[in-house]
């Protein structure tokens, strides 16, 4: 943390340090509502970190992250229920569980040299697999879903993530700026750098000693552990989990947005991304809900125009012109 400040321009640093300071603080001014939507801003910039990392670092295009998520919320809220073993210990088995689909599905893609699109459909099909077992899964519930209880006299227990919105607020604020300073170290690292070779040129990589099929696996393993946190905290958060809710490919398509409107490859790009997206798809539920329009799918067609008007006029993403514009840089691209 201390190397990243120092590398980091004076006008990054004033920026940084008065952006934490404002979300800090802004529980002490804001009501329940915008305190809500940051807290789905900060899910969202944390889970668009783990993917950017897989994408935009190491260049391998996964369109069924959402597996990662449900396996980690499914594995967390079981040990809960069934064992009585707490999130914060539930969590390590959620991420080795998430880790273990990653792997596989790894393996399989470039054991047998399955990339581009191909893997990205191998991705879709893990994730389509899993929703349809879980739909028909005693122990989860099945498409009934799984809940969570939540007792008034449990609020507080902060243990068992059983606290209120200011707990989820400030856990998912952690997570967004521990997701970034990772990102931001492990770019800067021996690996990271290994990453990029693979995504501009996996030939010339190999030809200068890289372990191209090694490099690909640590991305995708460490990218699905880190989804499956932001799983955990989906499921405590919202206190259910179903299958087609969780494991659905527009469940994944949402959690790749953020990265992809922000920039792609860089460190603040999720979170840049999150900050656009999030209040603008909950402004339309607010507005379709006020005038009582029932459009199924209207959220999905309204990101993708501003998805085309954002890559149309800025194909890097926002943050790299926003980096541009106020004279700062992403060390870490």
């Known amino acids: 943390m201390i190397e990243l400040w120092r590398i980091a321009p004076p006008r ?10 404002v979300l800090l603080a802004l529980p002490l001014a804001a009501d329940r509502y915008v305190i809500s939507v940051l807290t789905l801003i900060f899910y969202f910039a944390y889970v668009g970190q783990a993917w950017n990392l897989m994408m935009g670092y190491a260049g391998q295009l996964s369109l069924g992250h959402a597996l990662y998520v449900g396996v ?3 594995v967390a809220a079981l040990m809960w229920l069934k064992l009585g073993i707490g999130p914060w210990l539930g969590v390590f088995a959620a991420v080795a569980a998430a880790a273990a689909f990653g792997a596989a599905i790894g393996w399989l893609g470039f054991r047998f040299g399955i990339a581009g699109v191909y893997f990205a459909l191998l991705t879709i099909a893990f994730a389509e697999f899993t929703r349809i077992g879980f739909d028909h899964l005693e122990l989860t519930g099945g498409a009934a879903g799984l809940f969570l209880p939540f007792e008034e006299k449990r609020i507080g227990e902060w243990w068992n993530l059983r606290g209120g919105q200011l707990l989820f607020y400030y856990l998912g604020l952690a997570l967004a700026a521990g997701a970034a300073l990772l990102v931001a170290l492990m770019a800067r690292s021996r690996l990271g750098y290994q990453w990029r070779a693979v995504r ?23 990218s699905s552990g880190m989804t499956a946190v932001g799983g955990v905290f989906y499921a405590f958060y919202y206190n259910n989990l179903f299958p087609s809710q969780v494991f659905e490919i527009s469940r994944s398509i949402e959690l790749i947005l953020a990265p992809i409107v922000g920039g792609l490859g860089t460190v ?12 603008l798809g909950e402004g339309l539920t607010a507005v379709t809900g006020r005038f009582g329009i029932n459009a199924p799918g209207v959220k999905a067609v309204f990101y993708g125009v501003v998805l085309i008007v954002i890559i149309s006029a800025m194909p890097s993403g926002v943050w790299p012109r926003l980096a541009a514009l106020f004279g700062l840089k992403d060390h870490a691209r």
């Open 200 to 222: 501009e040129d996996e030939t010339a990589a190999r030809a200068l000693g890289i372990d191209a099929f090694a490099v690909k696996m640590a991305a995708v393993v460490i």
């Open 72 to 74: 980690g919320g499914y």
């Open 12 to 21: 990054g640093r004033i920026v940084i340090a008065l952006a934490l300071a």
């Open 268 to 279: 603040f790009g999720p979170v840049i991304g999150a900050f656009v997206l999030t209040p």
